[in-house]
DNA sequence: GGAGTTGTTTAGGA
DNA sequence: TTCCTAAACAACTC
């Protein structure tokens, strides 16, 4: 479940390849699901003997820079279960490891067993162009309070989950974050956007920019979360909330396995019907 | 063997 | 037109 903090965790991971060239590009399957936006045979060419110079993950895309002028960029996209890992130079590749940039030290690896991953190539402007385009994080100075509050009055029809896991809006958050975001902000992910009061999207906005912050310091070598978060808890069978000890509560809520505390996150109010409703209704 | 899971895209409905 | 929902995608685990 590569989210925000997975991302940046795993891109890290090529990092040791910076400096090198690479010796050899190995694509596993061309056909493969993951380069279905490109043609694998033009990204083999080109990262040829380029060295890798530089990586950045922004929500839970990544770019690596190839070549002396850091121009040849390779984007990639973990999808659901995509992961990079470093093995030995001469390491064969396994099933489901699809592309494979051979150094003199050792081999950055791509693997995706379920295809749901991306890989993207771009050269020169056209880099720029799609790393500049992509949406402004949740911890820069950009995701203002006001922001969000457009947002939220824009999509006052959607419940708080689906709408947490909107991209254009909030880049790297996932089904996990997303119940941990509404967990501490005490709102029901069901709730709709715009029954949202002033300081429950203000909450939301703070516990928004916290929990992506706090996941990338705090999350374990092995991926894992304190205690004291949502996140340890949400998985488990039953489960109680860490925050009041209440069973917790799972539901499909806009697609999403979701997770909440029925007594730190109440479900919203109903409407009370208007006087000129309470009387059809009678 | 079937259900459940994960993120994004797309098609179709309201 | 805009917004929202649900299905599809693939492959593994329980």
Same mark, same amino acid.
């Given at each position: 479940?590569?989210?925000?903090?997975?991302?940046?965790?795993?891109?890290?991971?090529?990092?040791?390849?910076?400096?090198?060239?690479?010796?050899?590009?190995?694509?596993?399957?061309?056909?493969?699901?993951?380069?279905?936006?490109?043609?694998?045979?033009?990204?083999?060419?080109? @990262?040829?003997?380029?060295?890798?110079?530089?990586?950045?993950?922004?929500?839970?895309?990544?770019?690596?820079?190839?070549?002396?002028?850091?121009?040849?960029?390779?984007?990639?996209? @973990?999808?659901?279960?995509?992961?990079?890992?470093?093995?030995?130079?001469?390491?064969?590749?396994?099933?489901?490891?699809?592309?494979?940039?051979?150094?003199?030290?050792?081999?950055?690896?791509?693997?995706?067993?379920?295809?749901?991953? @991306?890989?993207?190539?771009?050269?020169?402007?056209?880099? $720029?162009?799609?790393?500049?385009?992509?949406?402004?994080?949740?911890?820069?100075?950009?995701?203002?309070?006001?922001?969000?509050?457009?947002?939220?009055?824009?999509?006052?029809?959607?419940? @708080?989950?689906?709408?947490?896991?909107?991209?254009?809006?909030?880049?790297?958050?996932?089904?996990?974050?997303? $119940?941990?975001?509404?967990?501490?902000?005490?709102?029901?992910?069901?709730?709709?956007?715009?029954?949202?009061?002033?300081?429950?999207?203000?909450?939301?906005?703070?516990?928004?920019?916290?929990?992506?912050?706090?996941?990338?310091?705090?999350?374990?070598?092995?991926?894992?979360?304190?205690?004291?978060?949502?996140?340890?808890?949400?998985?488990?069978?039953?489960?109680?909330?860490?925050?009041?000890?209440?069973?917790?509560?799972?539901?499909?809520?806009?697609?999403?396995?979701?997770?909440?505390?029925?007594?730190?996150?109440?479900?919203?109010?109903?409407?009370?019907?208007?006087?000129?409703?309470?009387?059809?209704?009678?």
């Amino acid at each position: 479940m590569p989210e925000l903090a997975e991302v940046e965790h795993t891109r890290r991971k090529w990092d040791v390849g910076i400096g090198q060239p690479v010796r050899e590009v190995v694509i596993h399957k061309p056909a493969a699901r993951v380069f279905r936006k490109i043609d694998p045979a033009h990204l083999q060419s080109r @990262l040829k003997n380029q060295p890798l110079v530089s990586s950045e993950a922004k929500g839970k895309q990544m770019i690596f820079r190839f070549g002396k002028k850091a121009d040849r960029c390779l984007g990639i996209h @973990l999808g659901m279960e995509g992961l990079l890992r470093v093995e030995p130079p001469d390491f064969a590749p396994a099933k489901h490891d699809y592309l494979l940039l051979r150094q003199a030290a050792q081999s950055l690896v791509f693997s995706d067993h379920r295809l749901f991953g @991306l890989i993207l190539y771009f050269e020169g402007a056209a880099a $720029d162009r799609w790393w500049d385009a992509l949406p402004p994080a949740v911890t820069s100075d950009e995701f203002t309070l006001a922001a969000l509050t457009t947002f939220v009055q824009r999509r006052k029809g959607t419940a @708080l989950k689906p709408l947490l896991l909107m991209q254009e809006r909030f880049p790297g958050v996932g089904n996990w974050m997303a $119940d941990e975001i509404l967990w501490r902000a005490g709102l029901h992910p069901e709730t709709r956007a715009g029954k949202l009061a002033p300081p429950a999207t203000e909450r939301l906005w703070k516990m928004t920019r916290e929990v992506c912050e706090r996941a990338i310091e705090e999350m374990a070598e092995d991926w894992s979360y304190p205690d004291t978060w949502l996140f340890p808890h949400r998985w488990e069978d039953g489960g109680a909330c860490p925050q009041c000890g209440s069973d917790l509560e799972r539901k499909i809520i806009g697609g999403r396995r979701t997770c909440w505390c029925p007594h730190c996150q109440p479900a919203p109010t109903r409407l009370t019907p208007s006087p000129k409703n309470a009387r059809q209704a009678a």
